[in-house]
T-cell receptor, first 108, second 117 residues
């Protein structure tokens, strides 16, 4: 069965802390996406990657194909980073299979 | 281009009524996707189109659900005889296929929140 698991489900941290959110999947994939969802529902695509590492501002995404694992890191976290972060993978066909999300709260 | 748009943003209906949602993708995007998200869960795939062709449908899409993309641009998702279990956020996304069978980034709309009373 094609599955995606995220951890932790909820994460609360102080402003400035380094944040790591993890995603594991069950079988080989063609691509992995990290998405951000704010209250009210809007989803923003942060990264799409199939190997290695990508960086955008304070956000870094890494993927280890052999271990079937990806991480999203946020450096110097800020209250505006508070959102739900969702990992989604493509198992070879076009559709995305989503994790249940990690709710991140950054306290000033 | 202002991105993917969806209409309406909110819909409240009574059980048994039919509802229709619209999605306008980014203009040059040839792929369009529909997802459903219930409270506290990640989105679930419903169906997707490449141009006007509906290429895949999830088993979640019962015979009460139908989606169309008649001219390969905007798409509609209709739910007939709504049930309380249909209450969810319905998300649309679009992408431009890279032409080599590879993956492409999906851009999401703001969603339509459906409440069935």
């Amino acid at each position: 069965k094609n599955e995606v698991e995220q951890s932790p489900q909820n994460l609360t941290a102080q402003e400035g802390e380094f944040i790591t959110i993890n995603c594991s999947y069950s079988v080989g994939i063609s691509a992995l996406h990290w998405l951000q969802q704010h209250p009210g529902g809007g989803i923003v695509s942060l990264f799409m990657l199939s190997s290695g590492k990508k960086k955008h501002g304070r956000l870094i995404a890494t993927i280890n194909i052999q271990e079937k694992h990806s991480s999203l890191h946020i450096t110097a976290s800020h209250p505006r980073d508070s959102a739900v972060y969702i990992c989604a993978v493509r198992f070879g066909n076009e559709k995305l299979t989503f994790g249940t999300g990690t709710r991140l709260t950054i306290i000033p | 281009d202002t991105g993917v748009s969806q209409d309406p943003r909110h819909k409240i209906t009574k059980r048994g009524q039919n509802v229709t949602f619209r999605c306008d993708p980014i203009s040059e995007h040839n792929r369009l996707y529909w997802y459903r998200q219930t409270l506290g869960q990640g989105p679930e795939f419903l169906t997707y189109f490449q141009n006007e062709a509906q290429l895949e449908k999830s088993r979640l899409l019962s015979d009460r659900f139908s989606a169309e993309r008649p001219k390969g641009s905007f798409s509609t998702l209709e739910i007939q005889r709504t049930e309380q279990g249909d209450s969810a956020m319905y998300l649309c996304a679009s992408s431009l296929s890279p032409g080599n069978g590879g993956s492409s980034e999906q851009f999401f709309g703001p969603g339509t929140r459906l409440t069935v009373l």
